[in-house]
Nanobody, 116 residues
Framework: QVQLVESGGGLVQAGESLRLSCAAS????????MGWYRQALGKQRELVAR????????NYADSVKGRFTISRDNAKNMVYLQMNSLKPEDTAAYYC?????????WGQGTQVTVSS
């Protein structure tokens, strides 16, 4: 069984940084692609960044390219999202995603609020 627990969200001012962490349980972590999604109030959930099983391939939403960095540590079953130069439009609940075969698993989310 897979469980994902996010942490690291909070309230910051524009231009500041945050690092989100996602701890995964279960034995499939190193075989699964991982991603970070976000959902702002009244909007659909959107992909922020994703990373391949070995970390060699990453993809980012255009809105975060150059500011956010996704990484993973397979030895620790952890995935991270370093967020720099945060903007008010980055305000959202951020969710960790594990994708393995036909299955998707989600964490409970962590709130990021960026004030102007």
């Amino acid at each position: 069984q897979v469980q994902l627990v996010e942490s690291g969200g909070g309230l910051v001012q524009a231009g500041e940084s945050l690092r989100l962490s996602c701890a995964a349980s279960g034995s499939i972590f190193s075989a699964a692609a991982m991603g970070w999604y976000r959902q702002a109030l009244g909007k659909q959930r959107e992909l922020v960044a994703r990373i391949s099983t070995d970390g060699g391939i990453t993809n980012y939403a255009d809105s975060v390219k150059g500011r956010f960095t996704i990484s993973r540590d397979n030895a620790k079953n952890m995935v991270y999202l370093q967020m720099n130069s945060l903007k008010p439009e980055d305000t959202a609940a951020y969710y960790c995603n594990l994708h393995w075969g036909p299955a998707d698993y989600w964490g409970q989310g962590t709130q990021v609020t960026v004030s102007s």
